[in-house]
């Protein structure tokens, strides 16, 4: 086996059950300087350490240095023992040496920093006991937004009724009310069977993506995007290529971007509309061209709608399958944040269009489906309440309503702090500003979240966790009370009015 470094760098933090987090500290307590970055480089393979960092690796993480430097077995290395004849913590008995489990290589370049190493840092503050004002994940409930009356209601008297499994792709009653859902947007030659619930918009996105890419196919997805797109496309062996969203352009995908990152190898487009992170809404002209691209290059479209019934400005969400009647496009929404009932575990996805396309594609998605059984059946119950009674979300989404005013606030007093811009979200509740890094000298956001977390303790996450390959945004929820907000974004003036990073 080829080990890397990094790779026995990995084991012997897993061995010991550190994080990065935790190796920076007690370098820092030592006296040693060991950056973020570094640590993060080390970690990832892109650079060794020098001869100190490495001695203070070895002995931290109690491995042998020349194990750890070059995968030598000196035979004095814990990690190597265990591939020896076992010590006296590898073995367990009758001379058997304790095997040791390492992830699977898959999982290597996935990132997920929405619940990354920031996050963790922050959980261990709060385990010592500091309170942290969490800007960081679109989990409507914590912040007092509660589901609908009317569907609590329904749920649980359906409960007795919800036990067993229902069909794979979901309840009768669930998918016809997406279906009319579907007719409502106009979403072209939908039937009863091409609709799927889901545990979650979550599930459907990795289901989806498993069943399509073989290694090296190429899928085209936004930066800056919801990472588990790229997650998911790359855990199933594709090759994730971002186009860019541009800023200057209320954060529209570039098309000229889009279209020179397109090879023989790509299958698919994904946009998010409306965006997260960016709170972009995306007109008909700007979905149209999408639509042109994939046209012209005989592409899937897979369009994450979850926010769509959080349009502010008196704007329409228009679905790009819509306009797509010739293609072949999936359609994901659910009720984790119109319903706000994240936690139910909801979503779904509609196929559409040219389904001959994709006869073969769409046999995959079935026996992905059909091997998880079902979505959960107490959730799928009270779709047809949630999407046919009042919508209540859209009280919150007007002047006066919270997610409105809530929007407003943020956005003015973010554009108050020198050094900050941003483009104003059209909805979903998410901003994602821009930092002068000039004035900051900001080379690496993770370090810049991870400062404010420790001076301010507030969590939000930088730009890189959506892969956005520039140090020089962050998002922001604004989902807490104006109150919240407004403590929060004292804080975050204050911490800018003094930041520059070494
Ligand atoms: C763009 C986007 N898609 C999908 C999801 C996942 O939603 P669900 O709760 O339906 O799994 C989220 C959650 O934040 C999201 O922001």
Same mark, same amino acid.
């Given at each position: 086996?080829?080990?890397?470094?990094?790779?026995?760098?990995?084991?012997?933090?897993?061995?010991?059950?550190?994080?990065?987090?935790?190796?920076?500290?007690?370098?820092?307590?030592?006296?040693?300087?060991?950056?973020?970055?570094?640590?993060?480089?080390?970690?990832?393979?892109?650079?060794?350490?020098?001869?100190?960092?490495?001695?203070?690796?070895?002995?931290?993480?109690?491995?042998?240095?020349?194990?750890?430097?070059?995968?030598?077995?000196?035979?004095?290395?814990?990690?190597?023992?265990?591939?020896?004849?076992?010590?006296?913590?590898?073995?367990?008995?009758?001379?058997?040496?304790?095997?040791?489990?390492?992830?699977?290589?898959?999982?290597?370049?996935?990132?997920?920093?929405?619940?990354?190493?920031?996050?963790?840092?922050?959980?261990?503050?709060?385990? @010592? *006991?500091?309170? &942290? +004002?969490?800007?960081?994940?679109?989990? #409507?409930?914590?912040?007092?937004?509660? $589901?609908?009356?009317?569907?609590?209601?329904?749920?649980?008297?359906?409960?007795?009724?919800?036990?067993?499994?229902?069909?794979?792709?979901?309840?009768?009653?669930?998918?016809?009310?997406?279906?009319?859902?579907?007719?409502?947007?106009?979403?072209?030659?939908?039937?009863?069977?091409?609709?799927?619930?889901?545990?979650?918009?979550?599930?459907?996105?990795?289901?989806?993506?498993?069943?399509?890419?073989? @290694? *090296?196919?190429? &899928? +085209?997805?936004?930066?800056?995007?919801? #990472?588990?797109?790229?997650?998911?496309? $790359?855990?199933?062996?594709?090759?994730?290529?971002?186009?860019?969203?541009?800023?200057?352009?209320?954060?529209?995908?570039?098309?000229?971007?889009?279209?020179?990152?397109?090879?023989?190898?790509?299958?698919?487009?994904?946009?998010?509309?409306?965006?997260?992170?960016?709170?972009?809404?995306?007109?008909?002209?700007?979905?149209?061209?999408?639509?042109?691209?994939?046209?012209?290059?005989?592409?899937?479209?897979?369009?994450?709608? &979850?926010?769509?019934?959080?349009?502010?400005?008196?704007?329409?969400?228009?679905?790009?399958?819509?306009?797509?009647?010739?293609?072949?496009?999936?359609?994901?929404?659910?009720?984790?944040?119109?319903?706000?009932?994240?936690?139910?575990?909801?979503?779904?996805?509609?196929?559409?269009?040219?389904?001959?396309?994709?006869?073969?594609?769409?046999?995959?998605?079935?026996?992905?489906?059909?091997?998880?059984?079902?979505?959960?059946?107490?959730?799928?119950?009270?779709?047809?309440?949630?999407?046919?009674?009042?919508?209540?979300?859209?009280?919150?989404?007007?002047?006066?309503?919270?997610?409105?005013?809530?929007?407003?606030?943020?956005?003015?007093?973010?554009?108050?702090?020198?050094?900050?811009?941003?483009?104003?979200?059209?909805?979903?509740?998410?901003?994602?500003?821009?930092?002068?890094?000039?004035?900051?000298?900001?080379?690496?956001?993770?370090?810049?979240?991870?400062?404010?977390?420790?001076?301010?303790?507030?969590?939000?996450?930088?730009?890189?966790?959506?892969?956005?390959?520039?140090?020089?945004?962050?998002?922001?929820?604004?989902?807490?009370?104006?109150?919240?907000?407004?403590?929060?974004?004292?804080?975050?003036?204050?911490?800018?009015?003094?930041?520059?990073?070494?």
């Amino acid at each position: 086996m080829n080990e890397t470094f990094a790779d026995r760098l990995r084991s012997a933090m897993a061995r010991q059950d550190k994080k990065q987090v935790d190796l920076i500290r007690a370098a820092a307590e030592q006296g040693l300087k060991l950056g973020k970055s570094h640590m993060s480089q080390y970690v990832s393979g892109k650079t060794i350490p020098r001869a100190g960092i490495l001695h203070f690796l070895a002995q931290t993480l109690d491995v042998d240095e020349d194990w750890l430097k070059d995968g030598k077995n000196t035979g004095t290395s814990r990690s190597c023992r265990r591939e020896d004849n076992g010590t006296d913590n590898d073995h367990i008995s009758g001379g058997i040496t304790m095997r040791y489990f390492k992830k699977s290589s898959k999982l290597n370049n996935v990132l997920y920093d929405v619940r990354g190493p920031v996050v963790d840092e922050a959980t261990k503050m709060e385990e @010592d *006991g500091t309170q &942290i +004002l969490k800007l960081n994940i679109g989990n #409507p409930a914590p912040f007092g937004f509660r $589901t609908p009356d009317e569907v609590i209601y329904d749920m649980r008297r359906q409960l007795t009724e919800c036990e067993g499994y229902s069909s794979a792709n979901g309840l009768f009653s669930a998918r016809k009310a997406i279906m009319q859902y579907a007719q409502l947007k106009k979403i072209p030659n939908v039937t009863m069977d091409d609709i799927y619930t889901g545990n979650g918009v979550s599930e459907l996105i990795n289901l989806c993506m498993s069943a399509l890419l073989d @290694d *090296g196919d190429e &899928i +085209l997805i936004p930066s800056p995007d919801y #990472p588990l797109w790229t997650a998911c496309a $790359t855990l199933a062996g594709g090759k994730p290529v971002h186009y860019i969203c541009d800023e200057q352009a209320d954060w529209y995908p570039d098309m000229e971007d889009m279209k020179k990152k397109i090879t023989d190898r790509t299958k698919a487009i994904v946009i998010i509309n409306p965006n997260n992170p960016t709170g972009a809404l995306y007109p008909k002209e700007v979905l149209q061209q999408i639509v042109d691209i994939a046209r012209q290059h005989q592409l899937i479209i897979f369009s994450d709608e &979850i926010y769509d019934r959080l349009v502010m400005d008196g704007e329409e969400h228009i679905s790009i399958a819509s306009l797509a009647p010739d293609l072949f496009c999936v359609t994901f929404s659910g009720l984790s944040k119109s319903h706000m009932i994240a936690g139910f575990r909801i979503g779904w996805m509609i196929l559409s269009g040219n389904k001959r396309m994709a006869t073969d594609y769409i046999e995959g998605l079935k026996m992905l489906s059909n091997m998880r059984l079902c979505s959960n059946v107490p959730a799928q119950s009270i779709v047809q309440t949630a999407l046919g009674g009042n919508q209540s979300v859209k009280s919150y989404i007007v002047p006066g309503g919270r997610i409105y005013e809530q929007r407003e606030f943020i956005y003015n007093a973010l554009t108050d702090i020198p050094g900050i811009s941003c483009v104003k979200p059209k909805a979903a509740f998410y901003i994602f500003p821009k930092i002068d890094v000039k004035k900051f000298n900001i080379t690496n956001d993770e370090q810049f979240a991870l400062d404010l977390l420790r001076e301010k303790k507030i969590l939000l996450i930088h730009g890189g966790g959506f892969n956005w390959h520039q140090p020089d945004h962050f998002r922001i929820v604004y989902l807490p009370r104006i109150e919240v907000l407004k403590e929060a974004m004292d804080k975050i003036k204050d911490f800018f009015s003094y930041y520059k990073q070494a």
